[in-house]
């Protein structure tokens, strides 16, 4: 996740900003969209079958 790109960020233990972050993502729908559009962009981007499977095979080949 980049902070404020596809959602946010905060230190370990940092339950208060997460919840005022998690409340300001509830109150804006146009953040909302946003951020969902985004988080959506990088999984496609990063996790499709087709680059996923391959790092997935170097896994199981470094450890038979």
């Not at 729908?29 to 996790?47: H, N, S, Y």
Request: aromatic share 6%; hydrophobic share 45%.
């Amino acid at each position: 996740v980049g902070d404020g790109v596809g959602g946010y960020l905060a230190p370990v233990g940092d339950v208060r900003g997460m919840a005022e972050k998690a409340v300001k993502i509830l109150q804006n729908t146009g953040l909302r969209e946003e951020l969902a559009a985004a988080a959506r962009d990088r999984a496609v981007d990063l996790f499709t079958v087709d680059k996923i499977i391959p790092e997935y095979e170097k896994i199981y080949q470094k450890i038979v």
